[in-house]
């Protein structure tokens, strides 16, 4: 009874794991990782552009934001693109431009808001690298077999 109670807790383990940072050994885990990536930088832009959106229509600041996010949501958009695609400069370009706008968020704030989604987010973005990397990797290796 206890040895199922283990392999259930390790199976779910593995299973979480799996979602947070996925195996890039194939080119389905690796294209998997590379679009959860992606995932990460579609949700900051959106969030971006509704924070963008809010200061804009409020006239007020928003954690030492102002209406020109937008661009920054743009930019993410365009990211989450190109990492949906496999790019990977869309992957590498994203992950230090959050990194620096979490730690620009801090400096004028004094506030670390919201430290798990940071943590998250930057973990999903590292799997977007990981996978765009993989990718082109795995297509490398298969030509090569070809």
């Known amino acids: ?7 259930t807790d390790s199976s779910s383990w593995g299973e979480m794991k799996e979602w947070v940072w ?6 389905p885990e690796a294209v998997k990782a ?10 900051i832009a959106l969030v971006t552009a509704a924070i963008g959106a809010w200061t804009w229509y409020s006239g007020t600041s928003l954690a030492g934001l102002d209406p020109w996010v937008l661009v920054d949501a743009v930019v ?3 990211l989450a693109l190109g990492m949906r695609f ?3 400069s ?4 994203a992950l230090p431009l959050y990194l620096f706008a979490q730690i620009s968020i801090i400096y004028n704030t004094g506030k ?9 987010l930057t973990t999903f973005l590292i799997s977007g690298v990981r996978g765009t990397m993989a990718v082109h990797r795995l297509r490398a290796l298969e030509a090569g077999q070809a």
């Open 76 to 78: 993410f958009a365009v």
């Open 1 to 7: 009874m206890a040895d199922r109670k283990k392999r």
């Open 34 to 43: 590379a679009r959860l990536g992606a995932g990460a930088a579609l949700v």
């Open 86 to 88: 496999n790019s990977r």
């Open 22 to 27: 996925p195996s890039t050994k194939t080119m």
């Open 112 to 120: 670390f808001a919201n430290p798990v989604m940071t943590i998250l």
């Open 90 to 93: 869309a992957a590498w370009l």
